[in-house]
């Protein structure tokens, strides 16, 4: 069972990423970047967004029955460092940061580049709040952080 402190610290994360996610999608056009960048380089960096995707989606799927919105472990979870945990210990944060940056440059936007920043801020403070989770529940995280990034 969770502690009020670690209540409080999942609703702030989750509240803020999810207020972070609500303003990347709403239409900005006043803070579009001043390059226009020609119509192969936009199609080009769609390439890490789309990796981005399938990484979200592959990561999902290996952590189908183990999963929660809120940074606190689930009861029952077990410490995953096989799939997408081999080349990053946080690969959704990473798959929607890689996500989040190409659309940003596809669209043009230095506003959703600006969330995308915010996003990463937010991430990396959320997961070091999630390692200190996994560190007190699975000794073991200690050797895999040695050897795993964090991000891609």
């Known amino acids: 069972m969770r502690s009020k402190n670690l209540q ?5 994360f989750l509240s803020l990423q999810f207020l972070l996610f609500i303003a990347y999608f709403i239409p900005v056009d006043l803070l579009s970047l001043s390059i226009k960048l020609p119509d192969w380089l936009r199609i080009i960096i769609l390439a890490p967004g789309i990796f981005g995707i399938g990484l979200a989606l592959f990561t999902l799927f290996q952590l189908r029955n183990i999963m929660s919105v809120f940074p606190t472990l689930v009861d029952g979870g077990k410490l995953i460092a096989s799939g997408a945990f081999s080349i990053s210990r ?11 940056f190409s659309f940003g440059i596809f669209f043009e936007s230095a506003f959703r580049l600006i969330i995308t ?6 991430f990396y403070f ?3 709040y999630e390692e200190q989770l996994l560190l007190l529940k699975y000794p073991e ?5 040695k050897t795993t990034r964090k991000f891609l």
């Open 8 to 12: 409080v610290k999942d609703y702030l």
């Open 90 to 100: 946080h690969p959704i944060y990473t798959a929607i940061i890689l996500s989040a």
């Open 117 to 122: 920043l915010l996003l990463f801020i937010l």
């Open 126 to 128: 959320k997961s070091n």
């Open 141 to 145: 995280y200690s050797n895999y952080k």
